[in-house]
């Protein structure tokens, strides 16, 4: 399956994908990896796997239209079937997302339903809950509301810091997202019409 990959920054998302990718076993290839911003170290962790890069500056664009056109217009280029959004700082448009339902993951660093939105890591420290994780979903139209297709849970320490806790929860998702990687690429777990996942039965 082509695979895009868009961020926004550091890329450890990426590069966790990267390194599943490259396995023999994997169904996932990355054709191409996709940046609002320039010169982020995720663009080089791609350039030094061999992965094609281009830069979408959503800054140099009048409207969320024309940006989310741009990028779809270099998705259909590389004839990507499959989207993730790994660290990806924007927020889509109702009609990219209803062209890629489907086709559109995201990792979130919370257990959704809980802690939708930003800052989810501080938002699980303030509410004092002892048990929190990343959550890998299909992309709907409402923000961090999608279809679940994989998740890890992480304790919470007495200890933590948000910084100790956002670090943790980054290691659950270089777990999280490639798995859910593989269930999406390999047609294992696919979103039904009606919202929900399927399963394929290996019966
Ligand atoms: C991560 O904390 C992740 O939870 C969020 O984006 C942040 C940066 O990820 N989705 P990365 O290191 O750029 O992949």
């Given at each position: 399956?082509?695979?895009?990959?868009?961020?926004?920054?550091?890329?450890?998302?990426?590069?966790?994908?990267?390194?599943?990718?490259?396995?023999?076993?994997?169904?996932?290839?990355?054709?191409?990896?996709?940046?609002?911003?320039?010169?982020v170290?995720?663009?080089?962790?791609?350039?030094?796997?061999?992965?094609?890069?281009?830069?979408?500056?959503?800054?140099?664009?009048?409207?969320?239209?024309?940006?989310?056109?741009?990028?779809?217009?270099?998705?259909?280029?590389?004839?990507?079937?499959?989207v993730?959004?790994?660290?990806?700082?924007?927020?889509?448009?109702?009609?990219?997302?209803?062209?890629?339902?489907?086709?559109?993951?995201?990792?979130?660093?919370?257990?959704?339903?809980?802690f939708?939105?930003?800052?989810?890591?501080?938002q699980?420290?303030?509410?004092?809950?002892?048990?929190t994780?990343?959550?890998?979903?299909?992309?709907?139209?409402?923000?961090?509301?999608?279809?679940?297709?994989?998740?890890?849970?992480?304790?919470?320490?007495?200890?933590?810091?948000?910084?100790?806790?956002?670090?943790?929860?980054?290691?659950?998702?270089?777990?999280?997202?490639?798995?859910?990687?593989?269930?999406?690429?390999?047609?294992?777990?696919?979103?039904?019409?009606?919202?929900?996942i399927?399963?394929?039965?290996?019966?």
């Amino acid at each position: 399956t082509r695979v895009a990959v868009l961020i926004s920054g550091t890329g450890t998302n990426l590069q966790a994908l990267i390194e599943q990718a490259k396995r023999p076993c994997s169904s996932a290839e990355i054709v191409v990896v996709i940046s609002n911003r320039p010169g982020v170290q995720g663009l080089k962790r791609a350039s030094l796997a061999g992965i094609q890069t281009r830069v979408v500056d959503h800054k140099l664009y009048g409207s969320r239209a024309e940006f989310d056109g741009t990028i779809d217009r270099v998705l259909e280029e590389f004839r990507v079937e499959l989207v993730c959004l790994a660290g990806f700082m924007r927020i889509l448009t109702g009609t990219f997302v209803k062209k890629w339902n489907g086709k559109l993951l995201n990792i979130h660093p919370s257990l959704l339903p809980s802690f939708k939105g930003v800052n989810a890591q501080k938002q699980a420290l303030q509410a004092g809950v002892r048990v929190t994780g990343c959550t890998v979903h299909f992309v709907a139209e409402e923000v961090d509301a999608g279809a679940i297709i994989a998740q890890e849970a992480v304790s919470v320490l007495g200890s933590d810091t948000e910084e100790s806790l956002c670090d943790r929860i980054r290691e659950a998702e270089h777990r999280a997202f490639p798995a859910a990687l593989e269930l999406v690429a390999s047609g294992t777990v696919r979103l039904q019409e009606d919202g929900h996942i399927t399963w394929k039965s290996n019966s």
